[in-house]
C-alpha cells in the first residue's frame, strides 16, 4: 500500500493542515481496525484510505483521526484528491464522485484546485443564552466577544457532512486571545452530538473571515484548516445573508498555529438546493510503502 503525507489548504511545504492518504487497491484488504491503528501511529488530525471502483470515476474514501472513524473531512480529501492527481490517477477538468460515510459527493478537479461538493446541509436551533455563557467560559472570554458588529450573527450549530458549532467573535484580537478549555468544549459537543467549536471574526482585512477550530473530543485540540467546519461556516454565512451564491470567498485559518491555511469556498445551486463548496490546493511532501 502506497502512503502519502500532504499539505491541504497551501501550496507550500509545512503549512496548511497535514494529512495522511493510503491508496488501496483491489489486491489490498486491510480492516477498519489496522485502519484505526494506522491513524494513531501517524498523529495526523484526519488520515484517508481511498480505493477506487473498478475502472469508474467513483473512489471510496474512509476518514480516521487518531480516536476514531468520522464521516467525512475536507482537508483530508483535498490532500487525497490532490495525490490522486500528482499521481496521474484523475484528471484536471474533470469531475469525481467520492463515496463516504457522508454520502456521495462531487470533487473537482483543476490545475492547482480542488473542490469538493459538501453533504446537504442544515442548522441546529438558536443556541440560548445560558449556553452562550457557557461557550464563552469554554474560550476564556467575555460573552460580549461573542457576535459580530455588523450583522445579527450568534452561535448555531451547522453541518455540510458534520456538526460544527459556528461561533461568531467580534474582531481578530479576541479571536486570536481564546484560551480554550478542552474539557469543556469535550463535555458539551458530548452532549449536543457536535464535532467542533469553529470559531470565525468578519474582522479581517485579507479574506472574507479568519477562523479558529477546536475538536478535542475527537483529539484534535486544535485544527490548522477544517473543510467541513468552513462549509458548514460559508453556508451559515449565505443564511445570514453575509455572502452571495456563486461566488468564491477566500477563509483563513490556521495563523496563530504558525500554519496558515488558505480555504477557497463557495455557495452553489445543485438539484433545488444550495450546497457549499469547498476547496484548496494541497502540497505533496512524503510519499513511501506501507509494509503491513
Known amino acids: 500500500m502506497y502512503l502519502y503525507i500532504a499539505d491541504a489548504f497551501t501550496d507550500k511545504p509545512f503549512l496548511g ?3 495522511g492518504v493510503v491508496l488501496l487497491d483491489d489486491n489490498h484488504q486491510i480492516s477498519k481496525e489496522t485502519m484505526q491503528l494506522l491513524a494513531k501511529e501517524l498523529r495526523f488530525s484526519e488520515t484517508a484510505f481511498v480505493k477506487r471502483k473498478g ?3 467513483e473512489f471510496t474514501v474512509l476518514f480516521f483521526t487518531p480516536v476514531s472513524e468520522i464521516d467525512l473531512c475536507g482537508h483530508a480529501t483535498i ?6 492527481r500528482e499521481k496521474g490517477i484523475v484528471s484536471t477538468g474533470k469531475t469525481y464522485k467520492m463515496i463516504s ?4 459527493l462531487e470533487i473537482e478537479i483543476f490545475d492547482n484546485l480542488v473542490m469538493m ?5 442544515a442548522m441546529g436551533d438558536i443556541v440560548e443564552n445560558k449556553d452562550i455563557e457557557y461557550i464563552a467560559q469554554a474560550l476564556g472570554i467575555d460573552p460580549n466577544d461573542i457576535g459580530d458588529t455588523k450583522y445579527n450573527l450568534s452561535p448555531r450549530p451547522v453541518t455540510t457532512g458534520l456538526w ?3 461561533t461568531p467573535v467580534k474582531t481578530k484580537q479576541v479571536l486570536y486571545s481564546l484560551s480554550p478549555d478542552f474539557e469543556k468544549i469535550s463535555d458539551f459537543c458530548r452532549i449536543n452530538n457536535i464535532v467542533s467549536f469553529h470559531v470565525f471574526t468578519l474582522d479581517e482585512e485579507k479574506a472574507l473571515a479568519n477562523c479558529r477550530d477546536f475538536a478535542p473530543l475527537y ?4 485544527e490548522s484548516a477544517t473543510g467541513t467546519a468552513n462549509g458548514a461556516l460559508i453556508y451559515y454565512l449565505y443564511k445570514h445573508g453575509v455572502v452571495e451564491p456563486e461566488k468564491t470567498y477566500e477563509i483563513i485559518q490556521g495563523e496563530t498555529m504558525g500554519r496558515t491555511s488558505n480555504i ?7 438539484d433545488g438546493i444550495y450546497k457549499s463548496y469547498i476547496g484548496g490546493n494541497a502540497k505533496l511532501i512524503v510519499e513511501g510503502y506501507l509494509k503491513i
Do not use: W, Y
Open 264 to 270: 477557497f469556498a463557495k455557495i452553489k445551486l445543485k
Open 117 to 121: 461538493e459538501q453533504a446537504e446541509p
Open 17 to 19: 493542515n497535514p494529512a
Open 101 to 104: 460515510r457522508a454520502g456521495t
Open 164 to 166: 460544527d458549532l459556528i
Open 55 to 57: 475502472n469508474s470515476d
Open 79 to 84: 490532500a487525497t484528491f490532490t495525490v490522486l
Open 219 to 222: 483529539g484534535i485540540p486544535e
